[in-house]
């Protein structure tokens, strides 16, 4: 400590009501002790900056060769602790005007006002004056500051309080530019005298300072503030290792966005997009994504505020200047510069997805892969970028090979001259699916069908009532407009064979369907069930049941295929016998068929059994 004047040291008061400050700052401004640290540290950034900006135009300055830097020193035996930089300092006014007064942009009004009005200082005070000094006093009871302005002629100061409504300065005998601030650690904040905390809380809030900092002598923060380079000076190693260290992820991103936006908000943003999804990727409370900076002293390192739900596998860093530091996540959330941000944010992500779905499909492909779940959940949520989104979306279906998948506009550009519709069919697997009798016509006719197994693809298609004013209809209703060349199909029951052997259906059947009908879709089964035109698909009405085990979904429609060898069978047998066992075995036996084929069948015992006594009556003879 440097050594002290002969004079007695002057005693102020301050200037603002220190014991409702300090209850704010204790209980309603910082969340953690730690919080101190950057406080410190930020204040020691502020000053490094400005005789660095001074020093390219001023040659007088004191100490002009001094490095710029930030030394921590601490004694864990005596639980005391020091921070020093090389920057400005301080002047005695700025001693009483800036530390003394405390909140010189209107605090101590906007205290009064909120005492006449009978309200609680809580965290939505947060960023409306600079209080960040005073943070200390959570884990001290007396803090001292030594200090030397940069003129060459300038005195040094010492600044003194225990936080109470006093303070006093001294005159000192300092040598050096800059500011020390000391002090002992309460008991309960010992902790601070410790060597590895200190490291850890500096890697966590400070590690992108633009200044070296010094715990004993050794340099903490290595890692360099990559968002503040141009985009042509970063290189790939750093990128992943910057990457890594942001995300713990082990591998290198699949690809980054560097963006520095000046205009109605300025900010300097590095985003990364991951190779793959990470383990705790839909434990949402285990998720960190974007970090936010306030001219690179640390904020949040979960700043949801800052981007839609559907895009939380993002990972990176924003740094605005358009922030104060001392924020609060309810004055974060209620930002206007933080709307901004996040609108800015969204259009350039989507913006770069569209370019990787254009230049480099195979990463795209992976990323759908990866995220699609997620991505796909935003058509509902962002409703001013819908369009764009709906684009980036990506399906498989009967045209695409093993593990493509197609856009909307591209099957668009594939439709047959005289198709209306965009058709599609949902299912649990893609085995199942592709074994459904619903395709047989779309196949016949070489018409394209999506093919959708993803869960979320239930819920956010019938959201997309039509694309490029193309309706988009499962091909499991019964409402599908189909052209039917019977020419160059088998030959069909005559009209009255049809209406008798439907008859019989509907009597055997009974409440089980909601109606029976002869198929035009059917090329190679005998029966399908299709849902009515106000009733839900079969996915959708399993998904219910997942969700409602007392969910009874709507009745089904039978439509048989009176083209088929065996429905010809069987209408030979009605001619004959319409009250035939065997007629109406064959029927449910049908019916559960494709129950058993949409992994619907309630009781498969019975369908065993009925089965063995159906080949059991057609080998007697």
């Not at 591998?251 to 936006?261: C, L, V």
């Not at 089964?525 to 839900?536: F, H, I």
């Not at 069987?570 to 494709?594: A, F, H, P, W």
């Amino acid at each position: 400590m440097a050594k002290a004047k002969k004079s007695q040291p002057e005693k102020f008061e301050f200037r603002a009501e220190m014991k409702q400050l300090l209850h704010l700052i204790v209980h309603s401004l910082y969340t953690h002790p730690e919080i101190f640290l950057r406080e410190l540290i930020s204040n020691s950034s502020d000053a490094l900056n400005k005789i660095r900006f001074r020093g390219l135009t001023d040659k007088n300055i004191l100490d002009p060769n001094a490095d710029l830097k930030i030394t921590i020193t601490l004694d864990e035996k005596k639980n005391q602790f020091s921070i020093e930089d090389t920057g400005i300092g301080m002047t005695k006014d700025e001693l009483i005007n800036e530390i003394g007064t405390v909140a010189h942009s209107g605090t101590l009004e906007f205290l009064q006002k909120l005492s006449k009005e009978k309200k609680p200082l809580d965290g939505q005070l947060i960023g409306q004056f600079g209080v960040g000094f005073y943070s200390v006093f959570m884990v001290t009871d007396e803090v001292t500051i030594e200090t030397r302005y940069a003129e060459a002629d300038s005195k040094g100061y010492r600044w003194t309080s225990k936080g109470e409504g006093t303070f006093s300065i001294e005159e000192i005998d300092r040598k050096q530019r800059g500011t020390k601030i000391l002090f002992t650690l309460k008991e309960e904040a010992k902790e601070f005298a410790e060597e590895y905390r200190i490291k850890d809380v500096i890697r966590k809030y400070s590690n992108f300072v633009d200044f070296p900092i010094y715990v004993d002598k050794e340099q903490v923060n290595r890692v360099t503030a990559l968002w503040q380079k141009q985009k042509s000076e970063l290189k790939k190693e750093e990128l992943d290792e910057f990457y890594k260290f942001l995300s713990n992820d082990f591998q290198p991103p699949a690809g980054f966005m560097h963006f520095n936006i000046e205009g109605a908000v300025n900010f300097k943003s590095l985003i990364f997009i991951p190779d793959t999804a990470p383990p705790t990727f839909f434990r949402e409370d285990l998720e960190k994504t974007v970090h936010l900076y306030s001219n690179k002293i640390f904020i949040q390192d979960n700043a949801k505020e800052l981007l839609p739900e559907y895009l939380r596998f993002v990972k990176g860093v924003v740094d605005t200047e358009d922030l104060p530091l001392n924020v609060s996540r309810e004055w974060v959330q209620n930002s206007p510069v933080i709307a901004k941000i996040k609108n800015t944010l969204v259009s350039k992500i989507l913006g770069f997805l569209e370019e990787w779905s254009k230049t480099e499909p195979e990463k795209f492909k992976k990323f759908h892969q990866n995220f699609g779940p997620l991505f796909k959940t935003g058509i509902n949520t962002d409703f001013t970028n819908r369009d764009k989104i709906i684009d980036l979306l990506r399906f498989e279906s009967t045209v695409t090979e093993k593990d493509q998948f197609t856009s909307l506009k591209n099957y668009v550009s594939r439709m047959k001259d005289n198709q209306k519709e965009i058709y599609y069919l949902t299912g649990e697997n893609m085995d199942i699916i592709k074994r459904s009798p619903n395709l047989e016509y779309f196949r016949e006719k070489d018409i394209e069908v999506l093919l959708l197994t993803d869960p979320v693809d239930i819920f956010i298609i019938p959201s997309i009532p039509e694309y490029d004013k193309k309706p988009l209809k499962s091909i499991e209703k019964a409402d599908i407009d189909m052209d039917v060349d019977d020419k160059n199909r088998e030959e069909a029951l005559n009209e009255n064979l049809s209406k008798s052997l439907i008859d019989v259906f509907k009597e055997t059947l009974g409440d089980k369907v909601e109606d029976v009908i002869e198929s035009k879709r059917l090329v190679d089964s005998p029966a399908t069930l299709v849902s009515g035109k106000e009733a839900l698909d079969s996915s959708m009405e399993r998904m219910m049941k997942y969700m409602d085990k007392d969910f009874t979904g709507s009745k089904k429609i039978l439509e048989i295929n009176t083209r088929h060898p065996l429905i010809k069978n069987l209408s030979r047998i009605n001619m004959v016998d319409s009250k035939s066992t065997i007629l109406r075995d064959c029927i449910v036996q049908l019916y559960e068929g494709i129950q058993v084929l949409n992994q619907n069948l309630e009781s498969p015992g019975e369908f065993i059994k009925r089965m063995t006594e159906i080949m059991v009556k057609a080998t007697e003879k």
